[in-house]
Nanobody, 125 residues
Framework: VQLQASGGGLVQAGDSLRLSCAAS????????MAWFRQIAGKEREFVAA????????GYGDSVKGRFTVTRNNVDATVFLQMNSLKPEDTAVYYC???????????????????WGQGTLVTVSS
């Protein structure tokens, strides 16, 4: 599956932003999806993940209560709604997909073999 992330940009602290990740090339509903983020020089950090059917979702501690992950299996797109953004949310955000996770989701980067190109989110104070 090929993934194309979009929606990043420059916003101010407290603003909202919605990222999208469009999938193509395979049956989207067979893939668990996730968002990770990375700051230069640091390891990629888990942000959110969602199961194939969209019923189960999980979040990293730093974004819980502010970010929401959803998916549309008809349009083959996963979204990350980011509210109450903070400067420490500044990073390149990547979407990831894998069909082997089963009916749940995973917080580990090693569970995902398919990655998008990343979209930059910059939050100014």
């Amino acid at each position: 599956v090929q993934l194309q992330a979009s929606g990043g940009g420059l916003v101010q602290a407290g603003d909202s932003l919605r990222l999208s990740c469009a999938a193509s090339g395979d049956i989207f509903s067979e893939y668990a999806m996730a968002w990770f983020r990375q700051i230069a020089g640091k390891e990629r950090e888990f942000v959110a993940a969602i199961s194939r059917d969209g019923v189960n979702a999980g979040y990293g501690d730093s974004v819980k209560g502010r970010f929401t992950v959803t998916r549309n299996n008809v349009d083959a797109t996963v979204f990350l709604q980011m509210n109450s953004l903070k400067p420490e949310d500044t990073a390149v955000y990547y979407c990831a997909a894998d069909p082997r996770i089963g009916t749940g989701y995973s917080r580990s980067i090693y569970s995902y073999d398919n990655w998008g190109q990343g979209t930059l989110v910059t939050v100014s104070s």
